[in-house]
Every structure is written in C-alpha cells, then in structure tokens.
C-alpha cells in the first residue's frame, strides 16, 4: 500500500503564539502562508532578496513576475513608493483595508525579486484581522503572491495551501475561508492614466466613483502581470463556460468522459452529485466559493468541468475574468 499522506502539522491556529511564530519566522527569512480577505497568500520578508526568492522557487513561478507587498496601514506607502499621486491616496482612503492592489513607482529600497525587475511596486493593506496581526507583529512589508502552485487555483482555505505544497511551507496560519474568494483589484496609478489590470474584490465602477474618471483597460504596455496570463486559475481538468441546455447536452452523450459540473443555484439531473457542485447565482457569493468548488471537482478526477455561465452584468466581471482564463486551460499558454 502506498504511504499515508504526511498529516498538515504546518497547520496552525492563528492565535497569539501562531502569529508570534509566523512573524518570527519571516524575520529568520522564511515562508508563512497566511490567509487574507481575498485568498491565501504565500509570505516573505519584502526587504530580503533570498525570502523573496524562495517565494519563486516553491511555486514555480518564473522570475520577473513582480510580487504583491502587503502593508499593516496606508501610512506606509511612502516607505515602499517614490511618487504617492493625489488619486492614490485616494483609493487607499477609500478601499484600505481591502481587496484593492495599487501599482505605483517603486522606493529605490524596494528589492528586484519583488518588482520583477521593474520600476513599480504592488502594494496591498488586506482587512483579513489574521494578516493585520502578522503584519503588526512583523512590523514591516510581506511580499505575497497567492498560495498556489504557479498558473493553478488560488487557495481560498489552509488546507488548499497544503494541497499544493504538502510539509515544504514551514507555516500555515489557519483562518478559515477567505471571505471574498477571488484576488484583489489591481489598478496602476504609476502611468499618465488608471489603468485596471485585473479585475477582483473591489468593483471597477466603485473605483471610477472614488477617482471621478473611467479606468483604462490593461493593454500590451502594461507592467507584466501573471494574473493576466491566459492560462491563470486553472484547475487541472478543462473547464467548459456552457448554458444549461448544452450542459444537459453534453452530460447526455458524454461517451466515456468523466464530467463535472458547476451549477447555478440547482442540481443538475442525471449526474452523480459528487461530480458537482451548487453554487448561489449571487456573484460575491459564488466569488466566495468558486475557487473551493474547482479543487473539489479537480480532486474527482474529472476529465471536464462544465461551468454554467453566469450572468454578464457589471457584478460579475472578475468572476467572468477568472473563469474564462480557467476555460483557456492549465496548458494552453501557461508559462
Ligand atoms: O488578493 C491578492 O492580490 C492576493 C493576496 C494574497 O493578496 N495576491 C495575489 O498575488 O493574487 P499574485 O502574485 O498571485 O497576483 C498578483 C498579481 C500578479 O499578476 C502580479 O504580476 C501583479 O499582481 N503585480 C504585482 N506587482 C505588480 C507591478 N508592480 N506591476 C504590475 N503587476 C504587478
Ligand atoms: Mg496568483
């Protein structure tokens, strides 16, 4: 018989002694999971090169990909930009703590492993009370990229955590289940204009309202951002966007392929129900359990995961975002 899977004894409540724990370890320049508002992140010291590095190294994830800093407070921005604009502090007044990512010109302090490379920074003030702890006890920048396995599901629960990288994260600070579910909102404040790069936990038209201007679409200009490759957020099985009908359809000649499905609101007839999951056709709710839903129907084993489309409208865009780049595939483009 095969050995047992090694129990997650990384694993740790998220109380005082976890958090002095997790802040320890980032200043000895080791990694801690830890949950946020939006999903799982996977942490490191900011100002040290090596940490930041072995971020890379344990995802996979390509070098010049830049990496999220995460702040305790608004008050320090200065530390990590060199130009904080008017629209900025804006935004920070408005969205921090919260699920919005802020692209500015990077401090000359700031280490390439984080930039990529490049002359802005990404900087984020999670409301997660767990993230606000550890950052208080560190009491400095945490770069952080979500808590997956590079170009797959981002986590939304420690035990996903796990289920990418087993005993390898020394550790996992439990805080249950991320509240929002997707990433945060990414808007570069560092060119002439806004510009959206990805769409997540903060509404667009909510940040257009706080800027008093329309957000300009990312384009071939932009800074790179993995969160836009095509094959981002993809579980391992191929995800179809399909209406109801062709779900049926396709479940009723299926030929031999092992399908699942992710259904709105109600069961799908004819299919056996752990091949599927419901979900609420109310988009911060379905946001709260899209990522949780695809692991679960990726750990069955299906060959395809049938996904009925949601709604267009505006409420559902980084939903829409995510889906249709885990229907481009884990393979197609990945990196
Ligand atoms: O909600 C989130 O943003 C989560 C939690 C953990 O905070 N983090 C997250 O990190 O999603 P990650 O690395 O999986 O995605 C962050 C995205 C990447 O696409 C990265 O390239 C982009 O942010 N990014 C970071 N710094 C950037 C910069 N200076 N310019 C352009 N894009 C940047
Ligand atoms: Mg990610």
């Not at 004819?270 to 709710?285: D, G, H, M, T």
């Amino acid at each position: 018989a095969p050995p047992p899977p090694p129990a997650p004894v990384n694993i740790v409540a998220a109380d005082e002694a976890g958090i002095a724990r997790a802040a320890e370890l980032l200043r000895a320049g080791e990694l801690v999971a830890f949950p946020t508002e939006t999903v799982y992140g996977l942490g490191a010291d900011a100002k040290n090169a090596a940490a930041v590095g072995k971020i890379y190294a344990l995802k996979g994830r390509p070098a010049g990909h830049p990496v999220i800093v995460h702040l305790a407070d608004a008050a320090r921005l200065d530390d990590w930009a060199s130009e904080v604009p008017e629209a900025a502090r804006r935004l920070a007044r408005a969205f921090w703590p919260g699920p919005l990512t802020l692209v500015l010109k990077r401090a000359p302090q700031v280490p390439d492993a984080v930039t990529g490379g490049q002359d802005t920074v990404g900087l984020r003030v999670p409301s997660h009370p767990v993230a606000q702890a550890l950052l208080a006890a560190f009491d400095g920048g945490v770069a952080a990229p979500s808590a997956n396995k590079f170009g797959r599901v981002s986590p939304t629960l420690a035990e996903h955590v796990f289920a990418d990288f087993q005993l390898a994260v020394p550790l996992i600070l439990d805080g249950g289940a991320a509240d929002v579910g997707i990433e945060s909102t990414i808007v570069d404040l560092a060119g002439e204009r806004p510009r959206l790069l990805r769409p997540g936990g903060v509404a667009a038209a909510a940040i257009e309202e706080v800027l008093g201007a329309p957000l300009a679409a990312a384009d071939e200009s932009a800074p790179r951002a993995p969160g836009a490759l095509p094959a981002h957020y993809a579980p391992k099985a191929h995800v179809r966007l399909a209406k109801r009908v062709e779900m049926l359809e396709a479940i009723a000649s299926h030929k031999g392929r092992r399908l699942g499905a992710l259904a709105l609101e109600v069961k799908v007839p004819r299919l056996n129900p752990a091949l599927q999951r419901v979900v609420p056709a109310i988009a911060a709710q379905y946001a709260h359990e899209l990522y949780a839903a695809l692991r679960a129907l990726d750990a069955q084993n299906v060959d395809l995961i049938l996904v009925e489309a949601p709604p267009g409208s505006p409420a559902w865009a980084a939903v829409h975002d995510r889906l249709a780049r885990a229907a481009r595939g884990a393979t197609e483009g990945a990196t």
